[in-house]
């Protein structure tokens, strides 16, 4: 399982992920909005709430929604430029 250590929402339903080998980037989220319980972020302060469960390594929102970070990682992975840092170091600063 790869477990994420930080995650920030950012403008345009992106959301920011580093994993605990480097790898970090950005994945799309808005073509969830229209599906159950991710109708919630259409108030995008909602979007905004996510973090990192402590005990799971997962990104989760208020209302238990969970997305799978195995998922996350593959679709960063597979991106023809994405990030990779082996030292780790700070999200990128807050937009707006």
Same mark, same amino acid.
């Given at each position: 399982? @790869? $477990? #994420?250590?930080?995650?920030?929402? =950012?403008?345009?339903?992106?959301? %920011?992920? $580093?994993?605990?080998? /480097?790898?970090? &980037?950005?994945?799309?989220? !808005?073509?969830?909005?229209? #599906?159950g319980?991710?109708?919630? %972020?259409?108030?995008? $302060? =909602?979007f =905004? ?10 990104v989760? %929102? =208020? !209302? &238990? #929604? ?14 023809? @430029?994405? #990030?990779?840092?082996? &030292? &780790? /170091? ?5 937009? !707006?």
């Amino acid at each position: 399982m @790869h $477990r #994420i250590t930080a995650c920030k929402a =950012e403008e345009d339903y992106q959301l %920011w992920l $580093r994993f605990e080998d /480097g790898l970090e &980037g950005s994945v799309f989220l !808005g073509n969830l909005l229209e #599906i159950g319980a991710f109708q919630l %972020w259409r108030d995008v $302060r =909602e979007f =905004e709430k996510v973090s990192v469960d402590p005990d799971t390594a997962t990104v989760t %929102w =208020e !209302g &238990g #929604i969970r997305l799978d970070s195995d998922v996350l990682y593959q679709d960063l992975a597979s991106r023809s @430029h994405p #990030i990779q840092h082996a &030292g &780790g /170091g700070n999200p990128p600063p807050a937009v !707006g």
